[in-house]
């Protein structure tokens, strides 16, 4: 069994858009009842504890899964720093053996951007030159040099409540030749992107300062902090897609989530070539992606294959 860490991951030079085509494959297998996933549950105590877990079997590759994270929020403590760390295991299901351990922060923090990637594939025009950036922290970062290998983004849009990481982000983004707008207003930040990536602190009890309606209309957002600071406003046209709807659905019901808009359909569906059922001509698409199963195996299946690969080269 092979252990890879961090910098093991590092090590092989998969970026987030190596990870599109297997992720893809496991979202539609997931959509399509190839691969059975069990939505992730949480562990919350009083101090900020927190253990997340969730695990999955793809019989048609002879694969299981199991994925954990555990961390502690520590937002409310003034000058405190949260932090978590995750881990997943990959077994061959006909006879239980592991065949690669993951342990570290990669893989949580690059799914959400390949996820974007393959939002951003399916419904952004290639020309999009504009990006705007709600919050501008690791997740903006790892967002912005994806997004700027797939299309050719000229200008971003920044909005943060911290100064300091607003222009260090500007600063990363003249490093690639694109010019960026600081934003003193979170509205002016959202209207100028034709892909909005919305990753404020996922703390709890963050209070909605966004609104839906200043989206363009055909806008992408991508919201990393799960619409937690975001309203309806008059985004009524939207269409919204998870990439576990189940997931999405039970986290709404628990109130773990804002229940801002309907889970219209589920990523993995689309990409198998389900149609939406309901052509929201015109309006912006929303991807609320509170983690998924199927996308995290995907990405240890893709480590593997390419782990076996440079170990026999």
Known sequence: MQVMDDAAIAALGVQAAGFTTSVSLALAAHAGGGMLVEPKRMQLAASGAYAIGTHGIWAGRDLAFFHNLVGLDREPIKGARSTYRS?????????????????????????????????????????????????????????????????????????????????????????RGIETLICDNPQDAVRGGDIVVSSISESFGVEPFLDIGWLKPRALLSSVDMLRPWSRGSGRGALVIADDALQARQMIEAGRVP??????HELGGLLAGERPAQEKEGGPVILFHPGCCAGLFGMAMELHERSKLSTNG
């Open 259 to 264: 229940a801002v808009l309907p889970v219209d």
């Open 87 to 175: 881990a997943q295991v990959l077994f061959r299901s006909s006879d239980a053996m592991p065949l690669l351990t993951i342990h570290g922060n990669t893989m949580s923090s690059v799914l959400p951007v390949v996820m974007t990637l393959i939002a951003a594939r399916r419904f952004v025009p290639a020309e999009a030159e504009t990006v705007s950036f709600i919050g501008a922290g690791l997740q903006a970062k790892l967002h912005l040099d994806a997004l700027a290998g797939m299309f050719p983004v000229r200008r971003i849009f920044s909005y943060s409540r911290s100064r300091g990481s607003a222009q260090a982000l500007a600063d990363h983004a003249g490093s």
